[in-house]
Protein backbone atom coordinates (compact mmCIF):
# COMPACT_ATOMS: atom_id res chain seq x y z
CA UNK A 1 0.00 0.00 0.00
CA UNK A 2 1.31 3.62 -0.53
CA UNK A 3 1.22 5.93 2.03
CA UNK A 4 -0.64 9.17 1.53
CA UNK A 5 1.02 12.28 0.56
CA UNK A 6 2.00 14.36 3.45
CA UNK A 7 0.16 17.92 2.12
CA UNK A 8 -3.57 15.12 2.30
CA UNK A 9 -2.87 15.09 5.82
CA UNK A 10 -2.25 18.49 6.98
CA UNK A 11 -4.15 20.58 4.72
CA UNK A 12 -7.82 20.80 5.82
CA UNK A 13 -10.46 23.16 4.00
CA UNK A 14 -13.55 24.17 6.09
CA UNK A 15 -17.28 24.38 5.00
CA UNK A 16 -18.44 27.56 5.47
CA UNK A 17 -21.79 27.87 7.40
CA UNK A 18 -24.39 30.09 7.58
CA UNK A 19 -25.93 29.45 10.69
CA UNK A 20 -29.09 31.91 10.62
CA UNK A 21 -30.34 30.36 7.37
CA UNK A 22 -29.81 26.66 9.11
CA UNK A 23 -31.32 27.97 11.93
CA UNK A 24 -34.88 29.17 9.61
CA UNK A 25 -34.54 25.88 7.96
CA UNK A 26 -34.84 24.35 10.93
CA UNK A 27 -37.48 25.84 12.90
CA UNK A 28 -40.76 24.35 13.66
CA UNK A 29 -44.01 25.97 11.95
CA UNK A 30 -47.03 26.82 15.04
CA UNK A 31 -50.43 26.43 14.57
CA UNK A 32 -53.16 27.68 16.43
CA UNK A 33 -55.28 24.93 18.47
CA UNK A 34 -58.57 24.94 19.12
CA UNK A 35 -58.02 23.16 22.53
CA UNK A 36 -56.67 24.86 25.70
CA UNK A 37 -53.88 22.90 27.28
CA UNK A 38 -54.36 24.18 30.54
CA UNK A 39 -58.33 23.86 30.50
CA UNK A 40 -60.04 21.30 33.22
CA UNK A 41 -59.50 17.55 31.57
CA UNK A 42 -61.99 15.25 31.59
CA UNK A 43 -62.78 13.30 34.57
CA UNK A 44 -64.93 9.83 34.92
CA UNK A 45 -66.22 9.76 38.62
CA UNK A 46 -65.99 6.13 38.90
CA UNK A 47 -62.80 5.19 37.20
CA UNK A 48 -60.47 3.16 38.99
CA UNK A 49 -57.27 4.16 39.04
CA UNK A 50 -55.24 1.68 36.74
CA UNK A 51 -51.58 3.10 36.69
CA UNK A 52 -48.69 1.53 39.36
CA UNK A 53 -48.54 3.26 42.58
CA UNK A 54 -45.05 2.90 42.49
CA UNK A 55 -44.56 4.35 38.54
CA UNK A 56 -45.95 7.89 40.46
CA UNK A 57 -43.43 9.82 40.49
CA UNK A 58 -45.32 12.07 43.13
CA UNK A 59 -46.35 9.73 46.32
CA UNK A 60 -47.94 12.70 47.30
CA UNK A 61 -50.58 12.69 44.79
CA UNK A 62 -51.69 8.82 45.95
CA UNK A 63 -53.38 10.80 48.89
CA UNK A 64 -56.68 10.44 47.67
CA UNK A 65 -56.47 6.39 48.03
CA UNK A 66 -56.14 6.77 51.81
CA UNK A 67 -59.50 7.59 52.46
CA UNK A 68 -60.10 6.29 55.95
CA UNK A 69 -64.27 4.60 56.57
CA UNK A 70 -66.14 6.86 58.24
CA UNK A 71 -65.87 6.95 62.09
CA UNK A 72 -62.46 5.41 62.08
CA UNK A 73 -59.67 6.85 64.12
CA UNK A 74 -56.41 7.63 62.28
CA UNK A 75 -53.43 6.05 63.89
CA UNK A 76 -50.36 8.09 65.17
CA UNK A 77 -47.05 6.45 64.69
CA UNK A 78 -45.55 7.27 67.94
CA UNK A 79 -42.06 7.51 65.78
CA UNK A 80 -43.52 10.92 63.71
CA UNK A 81 -41.95 14.11 64.73
CA UNK A 82 -45.14 16.31 66.56
CA UNK A 83 -46.10 18.36 63.87
CA UNK A 84 -46.49 21.43 65.80
CA UNK A 85 -42.49 21.84 65.38
CA UNK A 86 -42.86 22.85 61.54
CA UNK A 87 -46.25 24.47 61.80
CA UNK A 88 -44.78 28.10 60.92
CA UNK A 89 -43.36 26.73 58.09
CA UNK A 90 -46.03 25.06 56.29
CA UNK A 91 -49.63 26.61 54.97
CA UNK A 92 -52.73 25.34 53.55
CA UNK A 93 -52.08 27.86 50.44
CA UNK A 94 -48.83 25.46 49.80
CA UNK A 95 -49.92 22.18 50.35
CA UNK A 96 -53.09 22.25 48.39
CA UNK A 97 -50.23 22.52 45.61
CA UNK A 98 -49.58 18.85 46.36
CA UNK A 99 -53.40 17.18 46.29
CA UNK A 100 -55.21 16.12 43.67
CA UNK A 101 -58.64 14.15 43.46
CA UNK A 102 -59.61 10.64 43.07
CA UNK A 103 -59.13 9.87 39.05
CA UNK A 104 -55.59 9.33 37.76
CA UNK A 105 -56.48 11.83 35.07
CA UNK A 106 -56.17 14.79 37.84
CA UNK A 107 -52.55 14.31 37.76
CA UNK A 108 -51.90 15.74 34.30
CA UNK A 109 -54.03 18.37 35.14
CA UNK A 110 -52.13 19.46 38.28
CA UNK A 111 -48.84 19.19 36.62
CA UNK A 112 -50.14 21.93 34.14
CA UNK A 113 -51.32 24.20 36.84
CA UNK A 114 -47.92 24.28 38.82
CA UNK A 115 -46.76 26.32 35.64
CA UNK A 116 -49.44 28.70 35.95
CA UNK A 117 -51.61 30.61 38.44
CA UNK A 118 -53.30 28.53 41.08
CA UNK A 119 -55.41 31.20 42.37
CA UNK A 120 -56.98 31.74 39.28
CA UNK A 121 -58.26 27.87 39.40
CA UNK A 122 -61.38 27.04 40.67
CA UNK A 123 -61.68 25.89 44.04
CA UNK A 124 -63.16 22.51 43.63
CA UNK A 125 -60.10 21.38 41.48
CA UNK A 126 -57.91 21.75 44.28
CA UNK A 127 -58.18 19.61 47.38
CA UNK A 128 -56.54 20.93 50.54
CA UNK A 129 -54.45 19.04 53.12
CA UNK A 130 -53.89 19.68 56.67
CA UNK A 131 -50.86 19.11 59.17
CA UNK A 132 -51.80 15.86 60.55
CA UNK A 133 -53.21 14.51 56.99
CA UNK A 134 -49.61 15.14 55.75
CA UNK A 135 -48.20 13.36 58.48
CA UNK A 136 -50.82 10.63 57.79
CA UNK A 137 -50.12 9.88 54.60
CA UNK A 138 -46.10 9.86 55.38
CA UNK A 139 -46.71 6.98 58.18
CA UNK A 140 -48.84 5.71 55.00
CA UNK A 141 -45.56 5.50 52.60
CA UNK A 142 -43.22 4.37 55.57
CA UNK A 143 -45.41 1.47 56.23
CA UNK A 144 -45.81 0.53 52.90
CA UNK A 145 -42.10 0.59 52.53
CA UNK A 146 -42.10 -1.48 55.61
CA UNK A 147 -45.02 -4.18 54.58
CA UNK A 148 -42.59 -4.44 51.03
CA UNK A 149 -39.85 -5.07 52.94
CA UNK A 150 -41.79 -8.16 54.93
CA UNK A 151 -42.31 -9.44 51.83
CA UNK A 152 -39.06 -9.73 50.73
CA UNK A 153 -39.48 -7.23 48.14
CA UNK A 154 -36.11 -5.31 47.91
CA UNK A 155 -36.08 -3.85 45.01
CA UNK A 156 -39.90 -2.50 45.60
CA UNK A 157 -39.11 -0.83 48.66
CA UNK A 158 -35.99 1.01 47.54
CA UNK A 159 -38.26 2.10 44.45
CA UNK A 160 -40.50 3.49 47.09
CA UNK A 161 -37.65 5.37 48.80
CA UNK A 162 -36.28 6.95 45.87
CA UNK A 163 -39.68 8.09 44.83
CA UNK A 164 -39.95 9.81 48.42
CA UNK A 165 -36.39 11.16 48.01
CA UNK A 166 -37.28 12.66 44.48
CA UNK A 167 -39.88 14.74 46.41
CA UNK A 168 -36.95 16.81 47.60
CA UNK A 169 -35.64 17.98 44.66
CA UNK A 170 -38.94 20.93 43.95
CA UNK A 171 -38.32 23.50 45.61
CA UNK A 172 -41.05 25.18 44.05
CA UNK A 173 -43.19 26.63 47.07
CA UNK A 174 -39.80 26.88 49.35
CA UNK A 175 -42.24 27.46 52.79
CA UNK A 176 -43.09 23.80 52.33
CA UNK A 177 -39.75 22.44 52.17
CA UNK A 178 -39.15 22.30 56.04
CA UNK A 179 -42.38 20.12 56.49
CA UNK A 180 -41.13 17.98 53.29
CA UNK A 181 -38.25 17.40 54.70
CA UNK A 182 -39.23 16.04 58.15
CA UNK A 183 -41.21 13.30 56.83
CA UNK A 184 -38.92 11.72 54.03
CA UNK A 185 -36.51 12.02 56.33
CA UNK A 186 -37.95 9.99 58.76
CA UNK A 187 -38.62 7.29 55.81
CA UNK A 188 -34.98 7.53 55.24
CA UNK A 189 -34.03 6.75 58.63
CA UNK A 190 -36.57 3.73 58.67
CA UNK A 191 -35.04 2.47 55.67
CA UNK A 192 -31.15 2.96 56.89
CA UNK A 193 -32.36 1.30 60.40
CA UNK A 194 -34.16 -2.03 58.58
CA UNK A 195 -31.34 -2.16 56.04
CA UNK A 196 -28.89 -2.39 59.43
CA UNK A 197 -30.93 -4.79 61.78
CA UNK A 198 -31.41 -7.48 58.26
CA UNK A 199 -27.63 -7.11 58.23
CA UNK A 200 -26.94 -7.42 61.64
CA UNK A 201 -29.55 -10.71 61.76
CA UNK A 202 -27.38 -12.46 59.17
CA UNK A 203 -24.20 -11.39 60.82
CA UNK A 204 -24.79 -12.17 64.70
CA UNK A 205 -28.29 -13.73 64.70
CA UNK A 206 -29.52 -10.13 66.69
CA UNK A 207 -30.63 -6.94 65.62
CA UNK A 208 -28.52 -4.45 67.58
CA UNK A 209 -25.36 -6.36 67.88
CA UNK A 210 -23.45 -3.55 70.12
CA UNK A 211 -20.17 -2.86 70.03
CA UNK A 212 -18.21 -5.96 67.04
CA UNK A 213 -15.03 -5.92 64.79
CA UNK A 214 -15.36 -6.48 61.11
CA UNK A 215 -13.74 -9.29 61.10
CA UNK A 216 -16.24 -10.78 62.92
CA UNK A 217 -18.65 -10.34 60.21
CA UNK A 218 -19.39 -13.32 57.98
CA UNK A 219 -19.22 -13.36 54.14
CA UNK A 220 -22.66 -13.44 53.95
CA UNK A 221 -23.65 -10.59 55.52
CA UNK A 222 -20.99 -8.97 54.12
CA UNK A 223 -21.39 -9.46 50.70
CA UNK A 224 -25.08 -8.62 51.45
CA UNK A 225 -24.00 -5.08 53.07
CA UNK A 226 -22.01 -4.52 49.76
CA UNK A 227 -25.06 -5.02 47.12
CA UNK A 228 -26.94 -2.62 48.88
CA UNK A 229 -24.22 -0.48 48.64
CA UNK A 230 -23.79 -1.53 44.92
CA UNK A 231 -27.58 -0.62 44.01
CA UNK A 232 -27.26 2.93 45.83
CA UNK A 233 -24.43 3.41 43.83
CA UNK A 234 -26.61 2.50 40.72
CA UNK A 235 -29.22 4.99 41.56
CA UNK A 236 -28.89 7.85 38.03
CA UNK A 237 -30.15 10.88 40.25
CA UNK A 238 -27.21 12.71 42.71
CA UNK A 239 -29.84 13.47 45.04
CA UNK A 240 -31.40 10.16 46.47
CA UNK A 241 -28.34 8.40 45.89
CA UNK A 242 -26.78 10.90 48.25
CA UNK A 243 -29.56 11.03 50.52
CA UNK A 244 -29.78 7.20 50.76
CA UNK A 245 -26.10 6.79 51.09
CA UNK A 246 -26.59 8.62 54.47
CA UNK A 247 -29.49 6.79 55.71
CA UNK A 248 -27.50 3.54 55.35
CA UNK A 249 -23.69 4.70 56.38
CA UNK A 250 -24.11 3.16 59.67
CA UNK A 251 -24.01 -0.48 57.58
CA UNK A 252 -20.09 0.19 56.62
CA UNK A 253 -19.45 -0.42 60.15
CA UNK A 254 -19.96 -4.02 58.87
CA UNK A 255 -17.29 -3.59 55.73
CA UNK A 256 -14.28 -1.41 57.19
CA UNK A 257 -13.02 -0.92 61.12
CA UNK A 258 -13.41 2.45 61.79
CA UNK A 259 -14.98 3.89 58.40
CA UNK A 260 -17.03 6.89 59.22
CA UNK A 261 -14.52 9.97 58.78
CA UNK A 262 -13.52 8.97 55.08
CA UNK A 263 -16.99 8.18 54.31
CA UNK A 264 -18.91 11.18 55.88
CA UNK A 265 -16.00 13.41 54.53
CA UNK A 266 -17.01 11.99 51.35
CA UNK A 267 -20.28 12.72 51.60
CA UNK A 268 -20.14 16.03 52.68
CA UNK A 269 -17.84 16.74 49.36
CA UNK A 270 -20.72 15.43 47.35
CA UNK A 271 -23.32 17.85 49.02
CA UNK A 272 -21.10 20.83 47.05
CA UNK A 273 -22.32 19.58 44.13
CA UNK A 274 -26.37 20.41 44.58
CA UNK A 275 -26.89 23.53 42.99
CA UNK A 276 -30.20 24.81 44.83
CA UNK A 277 -29.01 26.57 48.21
CA UNK A 278 -32.09 25.33 49.86
CA UNK A 279 -31.60 21.86 48.87
CA UNK A 280 -28.02 21.50 50.03
CA UNK A 281 -28.54 23.19 53.11
CA UNK A 282 -31.40 20.41 54.28
CA UNK A 283 -28.87 17.90 52.18
CA UNK A 284 -26.67 19.24 54.86
CA UNK A 285 -28.69 18.72 57.76
CA UNK A 286 -29.35 15.47 57.16
CA UNK A 287 -25.62 14.91 56.93
CA UNK A 288 -25.69 16.67 60.47
CA UNK A 289 -27.72 14.13 62.23
CA UNK A 290 -26.12 11.26 60.76
CA UNK A 291 -22.69 12.31 61.37
CA UNK A 292 -23.55 12.56 64.81
CA UNK A 293 -24.46 9.06 65.38
CA UNK A 294 -22.04 7.29 63.50
CA UNK A 295 -18.61 9.93 64.66
CA UNK A 296 -19.58 13.06 67.06
CA UNK A 297 -16.34 13.42 67.52
CA UNK A 298 -15.41 14.53 64.46
CA UNK A 299 -15.32 18.33 65.14
CA UNK A 300 -13.07 18.70 61.65
CA UNK A 301 -15.99 17.47 59.74
CA UNK A 302 -18.85 19.27 61.32
CA UNK A 303 -16.55 22.80 60.60
CA UNK A 304 -16.01 21.52 57.03
CA UNK A 305 -19.76 20.97 56.78
CA UNK A 306 -20.69 24.36 57.92
CA UNK A 307 -17.88 26.16 55.93
CA UNK A 308 -18.87 25.03 52.92
CA UNK A 309 -22.21 26.02 53.43
CA UNK A 310 -21.27 29.35 54.24
CA UNK A 311 -19.89 29.61 51.04
CA UNK A 312 -23.24 29.40 49.14
CA UNK A 313 -24.76 32.18 51.33
CA UNK A 314 -24.39 35.06 48.71
CA UNK A 315 -26.57 32.98 46.87
CA UNK A 316 -29.33 32.94 48.77
CA UNK A 317 -29.47 36.73 50.38
CA UNK A 318 -29.07 38.07 46.51
CA UNK A 319 -31.24 39.77 44.02
CA UNK A 320 -32.01 36.66 41.93
CA UNK A 321 -33.49 34.75 44.83
CA UNK A 322 -35.20 37.85 45.26
CA UNK A 323 -36.91 37.98 42.26
CA UNK A 324 -37.67 34.57 42.52
CA UNK A 325 -39.57 34.70 45.61
CA UNK A 326 -41.28 37.80 44.03
CA UNK A 327 -42.42 36.05 41.19
CA UNK A 328 -44.25 32.75 43.19
CA UNK A 329 -45.96 35.98 46.08
CA UNK A 330 -43.48 34.55 48.76
CA UNK A 331 -42.11 36.96 51.09
CA UNK A 332 -38.35 37.02 50.89
CA UNK A 333 -38.32 37.29 55.02
CA UNK A 334 -40.51 33.85 55.30
CA UNK A 335 -38.49 32.75 52.38
CA UNK A 336 -35.06 33.01 54.86
CA UNK A 337 -36.62 31.82 57.79
CA UNK A 338 -36.90 28.28 55.55
CA UNK A 339 -33.29 27.77 56.57
CA UNK A 340 -33.85 28.25 60.05
CA UNK A 341 -34.12 24.72 60.89
CA UNK A 342 -30.72 23.67 58.73
CA UNK A 343 -28.77 25.90 59.86
CA UNK A 344 -29.45 24.89 63.72
CA UNK A 345 -28.84 21.46 62.76
CA UNK A 346 -25.72 22.47 61.30
CA UNK A 347 -24.51 24.76 64.16
CA UNK A 348 -25.95 22.49 67.17
CA UNK A 349 -23.61 19.88 65.09
CA UNK A 350 -20.57 22.34 65.31
CA UNK A 351 -20.70 23.15 68.90
CA UNK A 352 -22.06 19.72 70.77
CA UNK A 353 -18.56 18.21 68.68
CA UNK A 354 -16.52 20.93 69.79
CA UNK A 355 -16.85 19.83 73.31
CA UNK A 356 -16.39 22.81 75.52
CA UNK A 357 -13.88 24.68 72.74
CA UNK A 358 -14.62 27.91 72.12
CA UNK A 359 -15.63 27.77 68.24
CA UNK A 360 -17.47 31.21 68.40
CA UNK A 361 -15.00 33.20 67.10
CA UNK A 362 -14.24 30.90 64.42
CA UNK A 363 -17.48 30.68 63.01
CA UNK A 364 -17.94 34.43 63.19
CA UNK A 365 -15.06 35.02 60.87
CA UNK A 366 -16.24 31.77 58.89
CA UNK A 367 -19.63 34.12 58.08
CA UNK A 368 -18.16 37.29 57.71
CA UNK A 369 -15.15 35.83 55.24
CA UNK A 370 -17.79 33.99 53.09
CA UNK A 371 -20.41 37.28 53.12
CA UNK A 372 -19.45 40.56 54.04
CA UNK A 373 -21.51 42.09 55.93
CA UNK A 374 -22.74 38.63 57.54
CA UNK A 375 -26.01 37.39 56.94
CA UNK A 376 -28.51 38.02 59.81
CA UNK A 377 -29.55 34.79 59.64
CA UNK A 378 -26.31 33.64 60.53
CA UNK A 379 -25.57 35.85 63.31
CA UNK A 380 -28.56 34.65 64.63
CA UNK A 381 -28.53 31.52 65.15
CA UNK A 382 -25.02 31.70 66.06
CA UNK A 383 -25.54 34.18 68.84
CA UNK A 384 -29.17 31.54 70.02
CA UNK A 385 -26.60 28.34 69.94
CA UNK A 386 -23.56 29.37 71.35
CA UNK A 387 -22.86 28.63 75.09
CA UNK A 388 -23.91 31.86 77.12
CA UNK A 389 -20.02 32.86 78.14
CA UNK A 390 -18.92 32.28 74.46
CA UNK A 391 -21.34 35.13 73.77
CA UNK A 392 -20.88 37.53 76.63
CA UNK A 393 -16.99 37.09 75.86
CA UNK A 394 -17.38 38.23 72.12
CA UNK A 395 -20.56 40.58 72.70
CA UNK A 396 -18.41 43.65 71.68
CA UNK A 397 -17.77 42.52 68.65
CA UNK A 398 -21.18 41.11 68.25
CA UNK A 399 -22.57 44.52 68.49
CA UNK A 400 -20.49 45.79 66.00
CA UNK A 401 -21.96 43.52 63.47
CA UNK A 402 -25.40 43.76 64.20
CA UNK A 403 -25.06 47.44 64.38
CA UNK A 404 -22.83 48.13 60.77
CA UNK A 405 -24.91 45.02 59.16
CA UNK A 406 -27.33 46.81 56.63
CA UNK A 407 -28.75 43.63 55.76
CA UNK A 408 -29.59 43.39 59.39
CA UNK A 409 -32.98 45.54 58.30
CA UNK A 410 -36.69 44.81 58.48
CA UNK A 411 -38.53 42.64 56.21
CA UNK A 412 -42.04 43.63 56.10
CA UNK A 413 -45.22 42.02 54.65
CA UNK A 414 -48.30 44.23 54.93
CA UNK A 415 -50.93 41.62 53.15
CA UNK A 416 -49.88 38.57 55.87
CA UNK A 417 -48.96 40.78 58.77
CA UNK A 418 -45.76 39.25 59.12
CA UNK A 419 -43.22 41.68 60.97
CA UNK A 420 -39.75 41.33 60.11
CA UNK A 421 -37.64 38.46 59.68
CA UNK A 422 -33.82 39.17 61.12
CA UNK A 423 -34.00 42.99 61.75
CA UNK A 424 -31.96 44.84 64.19
CA UNK A 425 -34.37 44.26 66.70
CA UNK A 426 -34.57 40.52 66.58
CA UNK A 427 -30.82 40.24 66.67
CA UNK A 428 -30.42 42.40 69.89
CA UNK A 429 -33.01 40.51 71.31
CA UNK A 430 -31.75 37.06 70.75
CA UNK A 431 -28.21 38.62 72.17
CA UNK A 432 -29.87 40.12 75.61
CA UNK A 433 -31.11 36.65 76.00
CA UNK A 434 -28.29 35.12 76.28
CA UNK A 435 -26.20 37.48 77.99
CA UNK A 436 -28.85 37.15 80.80
CA UNK A 437 -28.09 33.72 81.10
CA UNK A 438 -24.38 34.15 81.23
CA UNK A 439 -22.15 32.80 84.39
CA UNK A 440 -20.32 36.25 84.72
CA UNK A 441 -20.81 39.60 84.06
CA UNK A 442 -19.72 40.74 80.06
CA UNK A 443 -16.57 43.03 79.73
CA UNK A 444 -17.75 46.59 80.51
CA UNK A 445 -21.62 45.54 80.96
CA UNK A 446 -22.99 49.14 81.49
CA UNK A 447 -21.12 50.18 77.95
CA UNK A 448 -22.28 47.71 76.35
CA UNK A 449 -26.31 48.09 77.21
CA UNK A 450 -25.44 51.83 76.72
CA UNK A 451 -23.93 50.85 73.18
CA UNK A 452 -27.39 48.61 72.36
CA UNK A 453 -29.19 51.27 73.92
CA UNK A 454 -28.79 53.95 71.67
CA UNK A 455 -29.62 51.61 68.91
CA UNK A 456 -32.84 50.03 70.50
CA UNK A 457 -33.89 53.61 71.66
CA UNK A 458 -34.49 54.72 68.45
CA UNK A 459 -36.30 51.85 66.71
CA UNK A 460 -39.90 53.43 65.25
CA UNK A 461 -41.85 50.25 65.79
CA UNK A 462 -43.26 49.24 69.36
CA UNK A 463 -43.45 46.05 68.89
CA UNK A 464 -40.31 45.49 68.01
CA UNK A 465 -38.75 47.98 70.91
CA UNK A 466 -40.51 45.76 73.32
CA UNK A 467 -39.20 42.34 72.32
CA UNK A 468 -35.58 44.10 72.69
CA UNK A 469 -36.69 45.84 76.49
CA UNK A 470 -38.23 42.30 77.23
CA UNK A 471 -34.90 40.38 76.32
CA UNK A 472 -32.43 43.08 78.06
CA UNK A 473 -34.25 43.72 81.27
CA UNK A 474 -33.10 41.12 82.84
CA UNK A 475 -29.79 42.03 81.93
CA UNK A 476 -29.88 45.42 83.02
CA UNK A 477 -31.20 44.01 86.68
CA UNK A 478 -28.22 41.22 86.87
CA UNK A 479 -25.23 42.91 85.80
CA UNK A 480 -26.48 46.76 86.10
CA UNK A 481 -27.45 48.80 89.00
CA UNK A 482 -30.88 50.64 89.96
CA UNK A 483 -30.04 53.43 88.10
CA UNK A 484 -30.02 51.60 84.87
CA UNK A 485 -33.24 48.97 85.44
CA UNK A 486 -35.30 52.73 86.48
CA UNK A 487 -33.78 53.98 82.84
CA UNK A 488 -34.74 51.11 80.75
CA UNK A 489 -38.63 51.04 82.47
CA UNK A 490 -38.93 54.80 81.99
CA UNK A 491 -37.88 54.30 78.23
CA UNK A 492 -40.65 51.55 77.81
CA UNK A 493 -43.34 53.41 79.61
CA UNK A 494 -42.95 56.26 76.72
CA UNK A 495 -42.47 53.92 73.83
CA UNK A 496 -46.24 52.22 74.80
CA UNK A 497 -47.51 55.17 75.58
CA UNK A 498 -47.58 56.67 71.84
CA UNK A 499 -50.99 55.79 70.71
CA UNK A 500 -51.71 53.57 73.60
CA UNK A 501 -49.86 51.09 71.96
CA UNK A 502 -49.91 49.02 75.50
CA UNK A 503 -53.24 47.91 74.37
CA UNK A 504 -51.97 45.87 71.94
CA UNK A 505 -48.86 45.05 73.13
CA UNK A 506 -50.15 42.92 76.63
CA UNK A 507 -48.27 39.80 76.30
CA UNK A 508 -44.81 41.44 76.34
CA UNK A 509 -45.62 43.70 79.00
CA UNK A 510 -46.47 41.36 80.93
CA UNK A 511 -43.65 39.18 80.28
CA UNK A 512 -41.41 42.19 81.33
CA UNK A 513 -42.85 42.98 84.12
CA UNK A 514 -42.67 39.03 85.59
CA UNK A 515 -38.82 39.29 84.46
CA UNK A 516 -38.03 41.97 86.37
CA UNK A 517 -40.11 40.48 89.51
CA UNK A 518 -38.55 37.48 89.18
CA UNK A 519 -34.94 38.51 88.63
CA UNK A 520 -34.60 41.45 90.85
CA UNK A 521 -33.58 40.69 94.21
CA UNK A 522 -35.58 43.29 96.43
CA UNK A 523 -39.53 43.50 95.00
CA UNK A 524 -39.86 46.34 97.15
CA UNK A 525 -37.28 48.37 95.12
CA UNK A 526 -38.77 47.73 92.20
CA UNK A 527 -42.29 49.08 93.40
CA UNK A 528 -40.36 52.24 94.81
CA UNK A 529 -39.95 52.85 91.12
CA UNK A 530 -42.77 54.92 89.58
CA UNK A 531 -42.24 53.47 85.84
CA UNK A 532 -42.69 50.14 87.16
CA UNK A 533 -45.79 51.39 88.81
CA UNK A 534 -46.98 52.64 85.46
CA UNK A 535 -46.21 49.91 83.58
CA UNK A 536 -48.25 47.92 85.96
CA UNK A 537 -51.42 50.19 85.45
CA UNK A 538 -51.01 49.69 81.51
CA UNK A 539 -52.56 46.34 82.31
CA UNK A 540 -55.85 44.42 81.39
CA UNK A 541 -58.04 44.11 84.46
CA UNK A 542 -57.27 39.87 84.16
CA UNK A 543 -53.30 40.09 83.68
CA UNK A 544 -53.10 42.37 86.15
CA UNK A 545 -54.69 40.61 88.72
CA UNK A 546 -52.08 37.53 87.79
CA UNK A 547 -49.12 39.57 87.65
CA UNK A 548 -50.52 41.07 91.06
CA UNK A 549 -50.06 37.20 92.32
CA UNK A 550 -46.93 36.82 91.21
CA UNK A 551 -45.92 39.95 92.59
CA UNK A 552 -47.25 38.81 95.91
CA UNK A 553 -45.97 35.51 95.92
CA UNK A 554 -42.54 37.07 95.35
CA UNK A 555 -42.55 39.43 97.86
CA UNK A 556 -43.70 36.74 100.72
CA UNK A 557 -41.04 34.22 99.68
CA UNK A 558 -38.13 36.62 100.72
CA UNK A 559 -37.96 38.18 104.04
CA UNK A 560 -37.28 41.73 103.43
CA UNK A 561 -38.97 44.37 105.13
CA UNK A 562 -40.59 47.97 104.43
CA UNK A 563 -41.18 50.64 105.41
CA UNK A 564 -41.62 53.04 103.13
CA UNK A 565 -45.37 54.40 102.80
CA UNK A 566 -45.12 54.06 98.96
CA UNK A 567 -44.22 51.44 98.58
CA UNK A 568 -46.89 49.98 101.31
CA UNK A 569 -49.24 51.97 99.25
CA UNK A 570 -48.21 49.90 96.39
CA UNK A 571 -48.45 46.78 97.89
CA UNK A 572 -52.14 47.31 99.01
CA UNK A 573 -53.29 48.34 95.68
CA UNK A 574 -51.97 45.10 93.96
CA UNK A 575 -53.59 43.17 96.82
CA UNK A 576 -56.93 44.57 96.11
CA UNK A 577 -56.47 44.12 91.79
CA UNK A 578 -55.78 40.52 93.14
CA UNK A 579 -58.28 40.06 95.73
CA UNK A 580 -61.56 41.61 93.36
CA UNK A 581 -61.12 38.82 91.20
CA UNK A 582 -61.67 36.36 93.69
CA UNK A 583 -64.79 34.59 93.45
CA UNK A 584 -67.07 31.75 94.74
CA UNK A 585 -65.08 30.20 91.47
CA UNK A 586 -61.52 30.69 92.00
CA UNK A 587 -59.61 27.65 93.41
CA UNK A 588 -59.02 27.25 97.36
CA UNK A 589 -55.25 28.56 97.10
CA UNK A 590 -56.06 31.74 96.08
Known amino acids: QMAAPQSAILNWNLRPRNYEAEEREAAVAFSVSAIDPLGEAPTAKSAAPTADPLESDDPLSLLSKTTRPAGQEKEKDPDMLPGEELVPYLTVRHLSKFAEKDTPSDRFSLRLEQLDDQDAKAPDQILELTFQEVIDLAVQRRQEMIEAWGKDERVRTLKIVIQCCKLLTDVTFPTFYPRLF ?284 MEVAEAWIEYTIRWCTDKETLILLTNAEQHLSIDRAYEKLAGPLESLILKAVRTHPTTAHLLAMDPFLQLYHMLPTKVAATVATTILGAFGKSSEATSDLVVIHAFFEIAKRAVDTIDSTSPESE
Open 182 to 465: AVVSRVLDTFGRIVFERISVKAFERPNPGRFRPDEVNDGARETCRNWFYKIASIREMLPRLFIELALCRSYCFLTRDPFPAVMARLSATIRGVGHPLIAAYARAYWTRKAMEVCPQEESLFMQNFTDFAQVLPTINCEQRKKEMTAIHVDFGKYLRVYSPAVQSMLYGVFRSSRGKARLGDLLETVVQAANPPDPLMINHLIELAPADEVASLSPRLVQLIRDDPLAQPYLTQQEGVAYSYSVAKLYAQLGSQLSQCSQAPERPLALLREVWMVVTEIPVCEHY
